[in-house]
Every structure is written in structure tokens, then in C-alpha cells.
């Protein structure tokens, strides 16, 4: 069983930068892509970066450039690192795990409960 768990998050100033983390605590975590969402007030969660069991990256293209999503699977952590930030990446950010990674989050099997990230300007 995949049993995410978010940290990282906080507030920063504009053009700082955070290091999100996602853990599993089931053990199981390096046979799953992982992916990482986030949600705004009043707007649709959407998509931002996910990598494959193997290491292969995709991004949004509001954060190309800006975030790198990285793992660790002997230590069962994958790392969201995001430079540059911007006020509108203000967002709750969640990590979730899929047997194929996708931009879609219907596609994902297990969620974390998410990280607040406030980007002030």
C-alpha cells in the first residue's frame, strides 16, 4: 500500500525558492510514477511535473525551467524542487503515485493530503 505524505511547504517571497518532498511510508513507492498536483483557491487542480519509476521527467509549461522533480528510491522520497518562484504558484501542493504517470489526475491511484505553498509579492 502507497501511503504519500507532503512536507515542505511554506511561505517565501517572490523569486525565492522551496523544496517540496513526498514520502511513502508503504515501502512500495519505486515501482510508482509520481506526480505532483496543485490547487488554488477557486481554480481546478492541476498538473505541474511527474517523473517515472525509471527517472524520465515531464513539467507544465508554467513551471519549465523553474522546477525540477527529482527521486530517491532507496530512501522512497521524490523531491519537488521550485526556484523563481512566482505569486501565482501560490497553491496546496499534493504528491500522488501511478502505475503510468500522466498530466491527468483521474490517472492517479494515491494522493497525499497536500503542502501549502504562499508565494508573497
Known amino acids: 500500500q502507497v501511503q504519500l505524505v507532503e512536507s515542505g511547504g511554506g511561505l517565501v517571497q517572490a523569486g525565492g525558492s522551496l523544496r517540496l518532498s513526498c514520502a511513502d511510508s508503504?515501502?512500495?513507492?519505486?515501482?510508482?510514477?509520481v506526480g505532483w498536483f496543485r490547487q488554488a483557491p477557486g481554480k481546478e487542480r492541476e498538473f505541474v511535473a511527474a517523473?517515472?519509476?525509471?527517472?524520465?521527467?515531464n513539467y507544465a509549461d508554467s513551471v519549465k525551467g523553474r522546477f525540477t522533480i527529482s527521486r530517491d528510491n532507496a530512501k522512497n522520497m521524490v523531491y519537488l524542487q521550485m526556484n523563481s518562484l512566482k505569486p501565482e504558484d501560490t497553491a496546496v501542493y499534493s504528491c500522488a503515485a501511478a502505475a503510468v504517470i500522466t498530466a491527468q489526475a483521474s490517472t492517479y491511484n494515491y494522493w497525499g493530503e497536500g503542502t501549502q505553498v504562499t508565494v508573497s509579492s
Open positions: 517523473i517515472t519509476n525509471g527517472g524520465r521527467t
Open positions: 508503504g515501502r512500495t513507492f519505486s515501482i510508482y510514477g
